[in-house]
């Protein structure tokens, strides 16, 4: 009678590594010690704001595009001129008007007429820190041109595809939509930014050390430069490597969720949302709250890292209805209410 075969040995499946925080905790420590001394640069021009330099530098770390809203005379471009001067980085500021091209942006062909070829000229797009300055002054087909480098961090220019320099950064400043000579921009191209930071006017003392800062005609002090490129790329691998707890993975989840479907988490303004946040809200609001961790020299996310950075990430992804409007309540209302009733892990 024939014996049977001797069945394999089962494989054991290996044991998932263990996660050592304190060892990303020195990383991050090591890696964000350039973080103090650049708010110390900018605080040098940038009275106040500290909340809005912190979201700067999370969008550098995070590699996200920022959107600044505020007013006129908020120094909103001077903030991100001054952030610029503080990386040692190639720099364009572009200005925003209603009669720019799509070229003017990302560059053209130029025909030579003695060799009968097209040379490729490229735009201010290829830099490392572009400043989309009053970006929404501009109508839809410009702002367009910026779809392919923001997401992508390339430009087709013909039949050609150029790779965009890493890093690569767009800072962007816009009034308010109520403002004269506005365009609202397009939703494709709003929901590339990672953060959308509104600006509000300084308090009694911060407009009085301005006015002691500023009343002058003498040229602003410069900043010294803190930080290369390469700075930036070690930073945003030691980011990648923050740990982040299941649990706060499914609270960022039931977060942009609620969005979505406010009703499947009992939460009655469901006619006042047109559109929830995307699956790219999702992932923005990771990264951005890592960043967050990153600067404040931690190597794992908690829950308030979550929640300080949710606000600005959110605000512009969800469109709210008419309805909502009648009723004074903005995106931001509806986000901060979410925050406020959700359990958090």
């Known amino acids: ?47 106040g ?9 999370v969008g550098v770390v995070a590699n996200g595009h920022v959107l600044l809203e505020g007013v006129p005379g908020l120094a909103k471009t001077l903030t991100l001129k001054t ?12 200005q925003f008007t209603p009669d720019m091209l799509p ?26 820190l572009v400043l989309a300055d009053e970006i929404n002054r501009a109508p839809a087909k410009v702002q367009s041109a910026l779809l392919e480098a923001m997401q992508e961090r390339q430009v087709t220019l013909g039949d050609q595809t150029y790779r965009l320099p890493d890093p690569f950064l767009v800072l962007a400043t816009q009034n308010p939509v109520e ?26 003392t911060e407009e009085r050390s301005i006015l ?9 002090l410069d900043v010294t430069p803190v930080i290369t490129p390469e700075d930036v790329i070690h930073s945003r691998h030691v980011v990648n490597s923050i740990y982040i707890d299941d649990k706060v993975k499914d609270y960022i989840v039931d977060i942009v969720l609620a969005t979505r479907d406010p009703q499947a988490y009992r939460l009655d303004f469901q006619s006042f949302i047109q559109y929830g946040a995307s699956p790219r809200a999702t992932i923005a609001l990771t990264l951005a709250a890592k960043g967050y961790a990153f600067i404040h020299g931690r190597g794992y996310v908690t829950p308030q890292d ?7 990430v959110l605000r512009h992804r969800v469109i709210v209805t008419y309805e909502a409007e009648a009723e004074n309540l903005t995106s931001t209302d509806i986000v901060q209410q979410i925050l406020d009733t959700l359990p958090v892990p």
């Open 179 to 204: 403002q004269e000579g506005t365009y609202s921009l397009p939703e494709a191209q709003v929901d590339r930014f990672m953060l959308k930071v509104v600006i509000h006017y300084p308090t009694r």
């Open 83 to 94: 952030l610029a001067q503080c990386m040692q980085v190639r720099f364009q500021r572009i």
């Open 212 to 220: 002691d800062a500023m009343g002058t005609s003498a040229p602003l």
């Open 103 to 128: 070229a003017d942006i990302v560059g053209t062909l130029v025909y030579n007429p003695v060799e009968g070829t097209f040379n490729t000229k490229h735009g201010p797009i290829f830099s490392n």
């Open 306 to 312: 979550v929640k300080a950075m949710a606000p600005d």
């Open 1 to 47: 009678m024939p014996t049977a075969s001797p069945l394999p040995p089962q494989r054991v499946p290996a044991a998932a590594p263990a996660i050592n925080i304190q060892a990303i905790n020195d990383a991050v420590q090591r890696a964000s010690a350039w973080v103090r001394p650049m708010q110390q640069q900018m605080g040098r021009i940038i009275v």
């Open 49 to 57: 704001q500290k909340d809005l330099v912190e979201r700067l530098i």
